[in-house]
Protein backbone atom coordinates (compact mmCIF):
# COMPACT_ATOMS: atom_id res chain seq x y z
CA UNK A 1 0.00 0.00 0.00
CA UNK A 2 1.10 3.70 -1.05
CA UNK A 3 2.34 5.61 1.75
CA UNK A 4 1.15 9.19 2.09
CA UNK A 5 3.83 11.88 1.88
CA UNK A 6 4.51 12.95 5.11
CA UNK A 7 4.98 16.23 4.10
CA UNK A 8 1.65 16.06 2.80
CA UNK A 9 0.39 14.88 6.25
CA UNK A 10 1.57 17.59 8.07
CA UNK A 11 -0.36 20.24 5.48
CA UNK A 12 -3.37 18.25 6.12
CA UNK A 13 -2.74 18.68 10.20
CA UNK A 14 -2.20 22.29 9.62
CA UNK A 15 -5.45 22.83 6.95
CA UNK A 16 -6.93 21.39 9.50
CA UNK A 17 -6.07 23.18 12.55
CA UNK A 18 -6.56 26.18 10.19
CA UNK A 19 -10.11 25.55 9.67
CA UNK A 20 -11.13 25.07 13.23
CA UNK A 21 -9.45 27.74 14.43
CA UNK A 22 -11.31 29.69 11.82
CA UNK A 23 -15.01 28.56 13.11
CA UNK A 24 -16.30 30.98 15.95
CA UNK A 25 -18.83 29.36 18.01
CA UNK A 26 -21.15 31.29 20.35
CA UNK A 27 -22.09 29.79 23.52
CA UNK A 28 -25.51 30.20 25.20
CA UNK A 29 -26.53 30.20 28.56
CA UNK A 30 -28.95 31.46 31.61
CA UNK A 31 -28.82 32.79 34.83
CA UNK A 32 -28.98 29.10 36.88
CA UNK A 33 -26.52 29.52 39.76
CA UNK A 34 -24.14 28.08 40.33
CA UNK A 35 -23.93 26.46 37.00
CA UNK A 36 -23.90 29.08 35.02
CA UNK A 37 -24.72 33.02 35.88
CA UNK A 38 -23.09 36.54 36.19
CA UNK A 39 -21.09 38.17 38.90
CA UNK A 40 -19.51 41.59 38.39
CA UNK A 41 -20.40 41.30 34.32
CA UNK A 42 -18.66 37.84 34.29
CA UNK A 43 -20.35 34.95 33.37
CA UNK A 44 -19.30 31.88 36.50
CA UNK A 45 -20.62 28.97 37.96
CA UNK A 46 -19.03 25.25 37.88
CA UNK A 47 -20.46 24.57 34.04
CA UNK A 48 -19.01 27.88 33.12
CA UNK A 49 -15.37 26.79 34.66
CA UNK A 50 -15.53 23.75 32.92
CA UNK A 51 -16.81 24.75 29.61
CA UNK A 52 -13.67 27.46 29.23
CA UNK A 53 -11.42 25.03 30.47
CA UNK A 54 -12.84 22.37 27.72
CA UNK A 55 -12.60 25.23 25.13
CA UNK A 56 -9.25 26.49 25.97
CA UNK A 57 -7.88 22.93 24.72
CA UNK A 58 -9.77 23.62 21.51
CA UNK A 59 -8.73 25.48 18.31
CA UNK A 60 -12.34 27.21 18.56
CA UNK A 61 -12.38 31.42 18.95
CA UNK A 62 -15.98 31.44 21.11
CA UNK A 63 -17.86 33.86 23.23
CA UNK A 64 -20.54 33.09 26.10
CA UNK A 65 -23.55 34.85 26.07
CA UNK A 66 -26.15 34.75 29.49
CA UNK A 67 -29.84 35.62 27.93
CA UNK A 68 -32.86 34.08 29.30
CA UNK A 69 -33.77 30.21 28.92
CA UNK A 70 -36.22 30.63 26.32
CA UNK A 71 -34.39 32.97 23.76
CA UNK A 72 -31.06 30.71 24.53
CA UNK A 73 -32.94 27.24 23.90
CA UNK A 74 -34.16 28.81 20.45
CA UNK A 75 -31.30 30.66 19.65
CA UNK A 76 -28.92 27.84 19.82
CA UNK A 77 -31.17 25.72 17.53
CA UNK A 78 -31.59 28.12 14.83
CA UNK A 79 -28.01 29.64 14.45
CA UNK A 80 -25.28 27.73 12.81
CA UNK A 81 -21.77 27.18 15.20
CA UNK A 82 -24.07 27.91 18.25
CA UNK A 83 -24.02 25.68 21.43
CA UNK A 84 -25.93 25.75 24.47
CA UNK A 85 -25.14 25.24 28.19
CA UNK A 86 -26.38 23.74 31.36
CA UNK A 87 -29.42 21.65 29.40
CA UNK A 88 -30.95 18.43 30.21
CA UNK A 89 -31.23 15.94 27.36
CA UNK A 90 -34.94 14.76 27.38
CA UNK A 91 -37.01 12.77 24.71
CA UNK A 92 -38.56 16.03 22.94
CA UNK A 93 -35.17 18.07 22.79
CA UNK A 94 -33.61 14.82 21.30
CA UNK A 95 -33.66 15.65 17.17
CA UNK A 96 -33.15 19.00 18.43
CA UNK A 97 -29.29 19.49 18.63
CA UNK A 98 -25.92 17.24 18.01
CA UNK A 99 -25.15 16.23 21.60
CA UNK A 100 -21.65 17.01 22.79
CA UNK A 101 -21.53 15.53 26.56
CA UNK A 102 -22.36 15.96 30.23
CA UNK A 103 -20.40 18.57 31.76
CA UNK A 104 -21.82 18.40 35.16
CA UNK A 105 -23.77 15.68 37.50
CA UNK A 106 -27.63 17.42 38.76
CA UNK A 107 -30.45 16.33 41.13
CA UNK A 108 -33.88 17.60 40.15
CA UNK A 109 -36.53 17.70 43.34
CA UNK A 110 -39.90 19.13 44.48
CA UNK A 111 -39.46 21.87 47.41
CA UNK A 112 -42.03 22.93 49.89
CA UNK A 113 -41.76 25.21 52.81
CA UNK A 114 -40.93 23.17 55.64
CA UNK A 115 -43.87 25.00 57.79
CA UNK A 116 -46.81 23.32 54.67
CA UNK A 117 -47.27 19.88 56.36
CA UNK A 118 -50.41 19.44 54.07
CA UNK A 119 -48.43 18.80 51.26
CA UNK A 120 -47.73 15.04 50.95
CA UNK A 121 -46.44 13.26 47.46
CA UNK A 122 -46.12 10.27 47.31
CA UNK A 123 -46.27 9.77 43.35
CA UNK A 124 -45.91 11.75 40.70
CA UNK A 125 -49.85 12.58 40.12
CA UNK A 126 -49.56 13.96 43.55
CA UNK A 127 -48.01 17.03 42.71
CA UNK A 128 -51.31 17.79 40.58
CA UNK A 129 -53.73 19.07 43.41
CA UNK A 130 -50.62 21.86 44.04
CA UNK A 131 -50.16 25.14 42.76
CA UNK A 132 -46.50 24.60 41.12
CA UNK A 133 -44.44 27.62 40.21
CA UNK A 134 -42.45 26.87 37.09
CA UNK A 135 -39.89 28.84 35.24
CA UNK A 136 -40.94 28.95 31.49
CA UNK A 137 -39.78 25.72 29.15
CA UNK A 138 -36.64 25.11 31.94
CA UNK A 139 -35.82 21.00 32.72
CA UNK A 140 -38.74 20.79 35.43
CA UNK A 141 -41.94 22.18 33.28
CA UNK A 142 -40.91 20.31 30.24
CA UNK A 143 -40.65 17.16 32.01
CA UNK A 144 -44.29 17.60 34.15
CA UNK A 145 -45.51 18.48 30.32
CA UNK A 146 -44.51 15.45 28.82
CA UNK A 147 -46.14 13.53 31.99
CA UNK A 148 -49.51 14.95 31.19
CA UNK A 149 -49.26 18.24 33.36
CA UNK A 150 -50.95 20.89 31.89
CA UNK A 151 -49.19 24.23 30.49
CA UNK A 152 -51.88 26.61 32.17
CA UNK A 153 -52.30 25.28 35.43
CA UNK A 154 -48.77 26.63 36.35
CA UNK A 155 -47.70 29.61 37.65
CA UNK A 156 -44.75 30.44 34.93
CA UNK A 157 -42.48 32.57 35.39
CA UNK A 158 -39.40 34.10 32.92
CA UNK A 159 -36.11 36.19 32.80
CA UNK A 160 -32.75 35.81 34.64
CA UNK A 161 -34.53 36.22 37.89
CA UNK A 162 -36.93 33.62 37.14
CA UNK A 163 -35.70 31.43 39.99
CA UNK A 164 -35.45 33.63 42.84
CA UNK A 165 -39.16 35.00 41.89
CA UNK A 166 -40.23 31.23 42.55
CA UNK A 167 -38.74 30.80 46.23
CA UNK A 168 -39.94 34.52 46.84
CA UNK A 169 -43.55 33.42 45.62
CA UNK A 170 -43.16 29.90 47.73
CA UNK A 171 -41.95 32.16 50.80
CA UNK A 172 -44.99 34.27 50.23
CA UNK A 173 -47.56 31.00 49.89
CA UNK A 174 -48.48 32.14 46.41
CA UNK A 175 -47.53 28.56 44.97
CA UNK A 176 -47.57 25.60 47.27
CA UNK A 177 -43.97 23.56 45.55
CA UNK A 178 -40.97 24.68 43.82
CA UNK A 179 -39.41 22.21 41.52
CA UNK A 180 -35.82 22.77 40.61
CA UNK A 181 -32.31 21.17 41.09
CA UNK A 182 -31.08 20.64 44.44
CA UNK A 183 -27.78 22.38 43.56
CA UNK A 184 -29.60 25.19 42.60
CA UNK A 185 -32.05 25.42 45.26
CA UNK A 186 -28.86 25.48 47.69
CA UNK A 187 -27.58 28.12 45.85
CA UNK A 188 -30.83 30.71 45.43
CA UNK A 189 -32.05 30.53 49.35
CA UNK A 190 -28.40 31.06 50.92
CA UNK A 191 -27.74 34.44 48.84
CA UNK A 192 -31.14 35.55 49.91
CA UNK A 193 -29.66 35.02 53.92
CA UNK A 194 -31.72 32.00 54.51
CA UNK A 195 -31.22 28.89 55.26
CA UNK A 196 -32.26 25.76 53.47
CA UNK A 197 -32.49 22.95 55.98
CA UNK A 198 -34.83 25.88 57.55
CA UNK A 199 -36.99 27.11 55.87
CA UNK A 200 -37.80 24.35 52.75
CA UNK A 201 -37.76 20.66 52.78
CA UNK A 202 -37.74 18.03 49.69
CA UNK A 203 -41.43 16.45 49.14
CA UNK A 204 -40.64 15.25 46.12
CA UNK A 205 -37.43 13.75 43.96
CA UNK A 206 -37.68 13.31 40.27
CA UNK A 207 -35.74 9.94 40.29
CA UNK A 208 -35.64 9.87 36.08
CA UNK A 209 -34.94 13.00 35.93
CA UNK A 210 -31.94 12.71 37.98
CA UNK A 211 -29.94 10.28 35.94
CA UNK A 212 -27.21 11.68 34.03
CA UNK A 213 -26.32 15.51 34.65
CA UNK A 214 -26.36 18.84 32.88
CA UNK A 215 -25.15 18.93 28.99
CA UNK A 216 -23.46 20.84 25.96
CA UNK A 217 -25.08 20.74 23.33
CA UNK A 218 -24.55 22.05 19.57
CA UNK A 219 -27.25 23.34 16.41
CA UNK A 220 -27.95 20.88 14.00
CA UNK A 221 -26.13 23.01 11.40
CA UNK A 222 -22.70 23.24 13.44
CA UNK A 223 -20.48 20.75 11.68
CA UNK A 224 -19.80 17.46 13.06
CA UNK A 225 -16.15 18.34 12.58
CA UNK A 226 -16.63 21.02 15.10
CA UNK A 227 -18.78 18.23 17.70
CA UNK A 228 -16.88 15.59 17.20
CA UNK A 229 -13.87 18.23 18.31
CA UNK A 230 -15.35 19.34 21.32
CA UNK A 231 -16.53 15.56 22.42
CA UNK A 232 -12.65 14.64 22.39
CA UNK A 233 -11.62 17.89 24.32
CA UNK A 234 -14.71 17.56 27.23
CA UNK A 235 -13.68 13.56 27.52
CA UNK A 236 -10.41 13.74 27.78
CA UNK A 237 -10.66 16.93 30.73
CA UNK A 238 -13.51 14.63 32.67
CA UNK A 239 -10.34 12.07 33.41
CA UNK A 240 -8.81 14.82 34.69
CA UNK A 241 -7.83 16.12 38.37
CA UNK A 242 -8.66 19.67 37.08
CA UNK A 243 -11.94 18.69 36.30
CA UNK A 244 -12.50 17.10 40.19
CA UNK A 245 -11.24 19.93 41.24
CA UNK A 246 -13.64 22.27 39.45
CA UNK A 247 -16.53 20.02 41.22
CA UNK A 248 -14.93 20.07 44.57
CA UNK A 249 -14.23 24.27 44.18
CA UNK A 250 -18.42 24.40 43.88
CA UNK A 251 -19.34 21.66 46.70
CA UNK A 252 -20.58 19.12 43.92
Not at 137 to 150: H, I, M, Q
Not at 152 to 159: L, M, P, T
Not at 213 to 228: C, E, F, Q
Amino acid sequence: MKRRNPILNALIIILIACTLQAQTLTIYTEEFPPFNYTNNNQIEGVSTDIVNAVMKKTYFDYSIISIPWARAYKMSQEDPNSLIFSISRRVKRENLFKWIGIIVPSVHSVFALKSRDDIIIDKLDDLKQYQIGTAIEDARETYLVTKGFELKKFQRVAGKSAYLQNYKKLKKERIDVWPMTDAVMNYIVRKTGDDPTKVLKKVYEFSELSTGGYYIAASLSTPDKVVNELKKALEDFKKTLEYKKILQKWGM
